[in-house]
């Protein structure tokens, strides 16, 4: 089974428009840590956003939030305003086990974002 | 700048021939990772370091690929005899667990090295 899963392969949004990335997730550990990374044409991944599985409340950093529904299992990323250099492709990752134990990531396939002026 | 950086950032090599890519952590960083990414695809993990012991090694990393970290600093991964699947960009991250800023764990990567075997 995947562990994560990005059902989305490609959205177009409208700019200053609000847009959801879907993000669904399997493991059996209680303690895990999903990230959402950006990657624009250039290659580089770009942290954004991170929820621990403790973690009480939805992770915000500026004008990206996480949806997390950690009975559904899912994780979805808000991106709100957005804007022209929000196009690239977007990866939902999870690590399984505690912070401290430094585990490697597994990654979803992606969905690719293009903002329509 | 101190962020992750990876050299070369390009390789075209024909099939067969033995490439080494090398990455540089952020400076205080204790833990390195390989990961490759085919196109359209989301990253695969290869390895892992800690320090300088291979605590992890993915079952894609056949025996043609080998990874090194020999004084804990900066890493090497060479692949030998190579092929064209393994066109790829190959990426590095580095995180560690008592950083100064940012949180315990957050994996920052590099650039990557895109590879082309002809």
């Known amino acids: 089974a995947q562990k994560i899963t990005q059902t989305q392969p490609g959205m177009f949004v409208q700019e200053k428009e609000a847009v959801t990335l879907d993000c669904t997730y399997d493991?059996?550990?209680?303690?895990?840590?999903l990230f959402w990374y950006k990657q624009p044409s250039s290659g580089e991944m770009i942290f954004l956003i991170y929820q621990g599985s403790y973690d009480q409340q939805n992770a915000t950093e500026g004008r990206y939030s996480l949806n997390f529904q950690k009975a559904r299992k899912s994780a979805n990323l808000v991106i709100s305003a957005s804007q022209l250099g929000d196009s690239a492709m977007y990866f939902c990752?999870?690590?399984?086990?505690?912070?401290?134990?430094?585990?490697?990531?597994?990654f979803g396939g992606g969905t690719r974002v293009l903002v329509k002026p | 700048d101190t962020g992750v950086s990876q050299d070369p950032r390009h390789k075209i090599t024909k099939r067969g021939q033995n490439v080494t890519f090398r990455c540089d952590p952020i400076?205080?960083?204790?833990?390195l990772y390989w990961y490759r990414q085919t196109l359209g695809q989301g990253p695969e993990f290869l390895t892992y370091?800690?320090?300088?012991?291979?605590?992890?090694k993915s079952r894609l990393l056949s025996d043609r690929f080998s990874a090194e970290r020999p004084k804990g600093s900066f890493s090497t991964l060479e692949i030998q005899r190579t092929e064209q699947g393994d066109s790829a960009m190959y990426l590095c991250a580095s995180s560690s667990n008592h950083p100064t800023s940012g949180r315990v764990g957050e994996q920052f990567f590099g650039p990557g090295t895109r590879l082309t075997v002809l």
């Open positions: 400076s205080e960083h204790n833990r």
């Open positions: 370091f800690q320090n300088e012991a291979q605590l992890e």
């Open positions: 990752a999870m690590r399984e086990g505690p912070v401290a134990a430094g585990n490697k990531l597994t």
């Open positions: 493991t059996s550990d209680p303690s895990y840590g």
